[in-house]
């Protein structure tokens, strides 16, 4: 048997996933791990339970994570970034249908 070392949970591949380091084998990136387990409150057995990756693929990106903070904080940063641009710039189909029915009186919702 074959024991996987911590620098073989994490791989960086140029045109997967962006380039960005991912977990070996997966188009999951530690960015995806640091957001659900930092920012959504995963515990790192819901991450490894609900993406079918070894709990020692989670605890790899997140060590990952912690000796590259800065640079996942950055990019992470720039993705919202441009998500808010084009939220701004191409407004959803939904919130213009919603609001033309409010401007014409059709948003009311009948009580019967």
Known sequence: ????????????????????????????????????????????DEIASDYDITLADVYAALAYYFDHRHEIDQSLEESRAFVNILRQKFSSKL????????QHGEGQVLHG
Do not use: C, D, F, Y
């Open 95 to 102: 919130a213009q249908k919603t609001q033309k029915l409010t």
């Open 1 to 44: 048997m074959t024991m996987k070392t911590l620098n073989q949970h994490v791989e960086i591949t140029p045109g997967i996933s962006s380039g960005k380091p991912r977990i070996a084998g997966h188009r999951i990136t530690v960015e995806n791990i640091v957001i659900w387990h930092e920012r959504l409150g995963k515990s790192a």
